[in-house]
């Protein structure tokens, strides 16, 4: 059985920076991203990446100030957090999946066969 385990979170000051992890229990994925989900609303894609060419998507929210990247030797998805904003405090979920999301699907939940238990990232004002 497929397993994503997350770590890295915390509580940071605005302005400051976290390093998010995502150790999987297998290397099959075609994509792994980031997702999010703050208290009341509903969980929303942070950023993607595709796992063996290493192509790179953000929402517009975090473009330039996190950064998605992975190591295939450890089968390790990583997140990046700098110039972290109070708005940024959510759960952080890591996913994988091994469609083609030509469909756009990337961007979406559905998208995601495999996802972790999240890992919680406050940022305070």
């Known amino acids: 059985q497929v397993q994503l385990v997350e770590s890295g979170g915390g509580l940071v000051q605005a302005g400051g920076s976290l390093r998010l992890f995502c150790a999987a229990s297998e290397r099959t994925f075609s994509t792994m991203a980031w997702f999010r989900q703050a208290p009341g609303k509903e969980r929303e894609f942070v950023a993607a990446?595709?796992?063996?060419?290493?192509?790179?998507y953000y929402a517009d929210s975090v473009k330039g100030r996190f950064t998605i990247s992975r190591d295939r030797t450890k089968n390790t998805l990583y997140l990046q957090m700098n110039t972290l904003k109070p708005e940024d405090t959510a759960v952080y979920y890591c996913?994988?999946?091994?469609?083609?999301?030509?469909?756009?699907?990337?961007?979406?939940?559905?998208?995601?066969?495999?996802w972790g238990q999240g890992t919680q990232v406050t940022v305070s004002s």
């Open positions: 996913a994988a999946g091994k469609g083609s999301y030509s469909d756009g699907s990337m961007y979406t939940l559905s998208g995601y066969n495999y």
């Open positions: 990446i595709k796992w063996l060419g290493g192509t790179t």
